[in-house]
């Protein structure tokens, strides 16, 4: 027994207990991701002004490739170095990875193979300008594998319970919030009215019948781009005051330094910031939850309404819009409905007992 005792005694000296072995982890490497995840974005934003404003040729290696793809090495190198070293310290590799970040290393793949496809596909059929370079495959798997990565501190934060949503216990989720959104905004910018002023009076060629149903759609797509994940973060938490300020209002400078030729579109997007901090204080107001269903019916419609008709509002004090009054207003009317039903989606009537 003495011999037994004794070679436990040992043994503990030699070997540090499990528990006392920490994995890589917590809200200061979502914070980390969450900073390299913006350069990450960054770069794919400065890409896009490149390519808006005719600052590409005909090569794939451009300083604004240089910038995106070395945002993507940073945060690779840091996700993998991760898994490893907690691979290391004696953690299986499911557990290897903080609880979120699956999806971000499958991110890292997707990207990389992205890359290497897009290299490829600009050798073969030269680079895209315009409309086409939104909808080049290889374009559309790079966004994919971004919102994969940098959406991680998003699904991580997601996973913890009993913590009071704050700006420091959130903070890293609502930028992640804002990362994800603005990806989705980026590769659909061919949508997004402040990129391209379809209702615009400057903007000829759609003054047709075409051009009013392109942007009408496009109302409708922006607003589900919006209000979608928007509305799945106000399912999950009670987002701190400001949240929806932060995240509409990154994600509206973003889209307009894409699309700044025009004077005229900082006044539209100075409006439209105004209108994006009524709907903050309209949430904080209504207090959306599936606690309270009206308040956030009224808020999905809301939202959209407020956002989209100050755009319009925007575009008559400068450029004017030939579109009739009844196209501008039922656009309006369909961005709220758009929200509005995806409302029902995210938090839905109660099924009634059998």
Known sequence: MNQLAEMKVTTSLLTPERSSVRAIGGRGFDWTM?????????????????HQHGRVDSSFFTPWHAIFYAGFALIAVVLIATLIINRLRGFTWRRSLPAGYELSLLG?????????GDLLWHLLFGVEEDFAALLSPTHLTLVLGLALIT????RAAWQRTRIR????????????????????????????PIVYTVASQRQHEYHNDIGQVAGVLSVVVTAALLSGPTMLAMRRWTLPPGALTFVWGINLVGMTILNYHHRATLVQAGVMFVAIGLID????????????????????????????????VGLMLTEGSPWSVHVLTGSVVLAGITGWLLSYLLIPPKIPAE
């Not at 969450?34 to 770069?43: C, D, S, V």
């Not at 804002?178 to 949508?191: C, D, N, Q, V």
């Not at 019916?297 to 407020?306: I, M």
């Open 34 to 50: 969450m900073i390299l995840g913006l350069l990450f974005l960054g770069g794919l934003y400065v890409d896009g002004w490149a």
């Open 165 to 192: 949503p704050t700006w420091r216990t959130l903070g890293p989720a609502i930028l992640s919030l804002t990362s994800l959104i603005s990806a989705l905004t980026f590769i659909g910018m061919y949508a997004h």
């Open 108 to 116: 890292v793949l997707i990207f990389a193979a992205g890359g290497v």
């Open 151 to 154: 959406s991680g501190p998003f």
């Open 281 to 312: 204080m309209l949430r904080i107001r209504l207090q959306p939850s599936s606690r309270n269903p009206g308040g956030w019916r009224v808020f999905a419609f809301l939202a959209p309404v407020l956002y989209f008709g100050s755009y319009f």
